[in-house]
């Protein structure tokens, strides 16, 4: 899961990368790369205050509700993705 927004590094362009090993390797489990794209660095997990401040000019880009909501998205989607490989 990357930010469209990402203000550290080229977050969906790395991502891309680890795809094309990933798939040149022929990868035996499911993989996706989700792009938020107003997201920035700050995708985490969600409905926590981790002591920073939120801002509008966030510094790791994207906007809090953003950044927000793929958190909330990704955090279900980790969950869904582990439930899943455990029942194997």
Do not use: K, Q
């Not at 790395?14 to 995708?43: F, K, M, Q, T």
């Not at 510094?59 to 958190?71: Q, Y």
Request: no cysteine.
């Amino acid at each position: 899961m990357t930010g469209g927004a990402d203000a550290i590094w080229p977050a969906d362009e790395l991502a891309g990368v680890a795809i094309e090993r990933l798939d040149s390797h022929d990868h035996p489990w499911p993989y996706e790369n989700r792009v938020y794209a107003d997201a920035g660095h700050a995708i985490r997990t969600p409905y926590r205050f981790d002591g920073e401040e939120p801002t509008a000019d966030h510094r790791l880009g994207g906007t809090i509700e953003a950044n927000a909501r793929a958190s909330a998205d990704a955090w279900l989607l980790a969950l869904d993705y582990l439930d899943t490989g455990l029942e194997r």
